[in-house]
């Protein structure tokens, strides 16, 4: 009993505060390098000063723990994402996130979808989304100018979101909160291929030789159209499985 109990008040912390049962956590579970390989990825955090969130890299990154924005869930089989409506966001983007970018070692990921075959696996769970604007964002391949496909919660209803032309193919209309589920991205011979549960949604044309890969928690909502301006309005996303591989 005392271990669900500080399980229970390390989820309603503020961004800033460490007491003793986010370290107790930890403790008992980990940290989230013990559940997933972060050995290629890079942390952004909706924590920091404005336009300037907190990035953290590896080595560092295998140790890190931010409670409650990026920790191991209370299953220890997991990882979650967190970023409130008050998180800070960067000066390209008006929302917050606490996400994962694919790193090349020390180096920014950038590959080509024209040459060779690059694949990212994510079985994940999308457990909570912001109020009035209900929308996250949980998984997505990207390059040095936007997003080029996403997989995007809206209510209850989960999409994928093309950017050249904003179009939304609808994946499912009954997504419930807590609901685990697998979405793979493939990129090969000027494509990218998306995937929910295995099953292919959509393949999309794409010709870039700066993509990458991202994972976590993009809340598209902050407090100006989304109340209350509350640490406790929050988009969050757990992580069980994350796998990128280069071909």
């Given at each position: 009993m005392r271990r669900v109990a500080a399980l229970s008040l390390s989820l309603v912390l503020t961004a800033g505060s460490v007491p003793a049962v986010a370290a107790g956590h930890?403790?008992?579970c980990g940290s989230p390098g013990q559940v997933l390989d972060l050995k290629n990825w890079k942390l952004q955090l909706p924590i920091g000063e404005p336009e300037k969130p907190k990035e953290v890299s590896q080595p560092a990154l295998d140790r890190h723990t931010e409670d409650p924005w990026f920790r191991?869930?209370?299953g220890c089989d997991g990882i979650q994402f967190r970023a409130a409506v008050t998180g800070v966001s960067t000066g390209g983007s008006q929302y917050p996130r606490s996400e994962l970018r694919e790193m090349d070692g020390a180096e920014k990921a950038a590959w080509s979808t024209s040459s060779g075959t690059h694949t990212m696996v994510i079985?994940?769970?999308?457990?909570?989304?912001?109020?009035?604007k209900p929308q996250v964002i949980a998984g997505q391949v990207h390059n040095t100018s936007s997003h080029l496909i996403m997989f995007r919660l809206d209510g209850g209803k989960l999409y994928l979101h093309y950017a050249d032309d904003s179009r939304y193919k609808l994946v499912t209309s009954d997504y419930r909160l807590g609901q685990r589920f697998r979405v793979k991205f493939?990129?090969?011979?000027?494509?990218?291929?998306?995937?929910?549960?295995?099953v292919l949604q959509a393949t999309v044309a794409k010709r870039t030789t700066t993509a990458y890969?991202?994972?976590g928690a993009y809340t598209l909502a902050h407090c100006e159209n989304s109340s209350p301006c509350s640490t406790s309005n929050f988009g969050q996303v757990v992580i069980y499985k994350l796998s990128v591989s280069h071909s």
């Open positions: 930890a403790e008992a191991t869930n209370s079985d994940q769970a999308i457990t909570a989304v912001p109020r009035e493939v990129a090969s011979g000027g494509t990218i291929k998306a995937y929910y549960n295995d890969f991202k994972a």
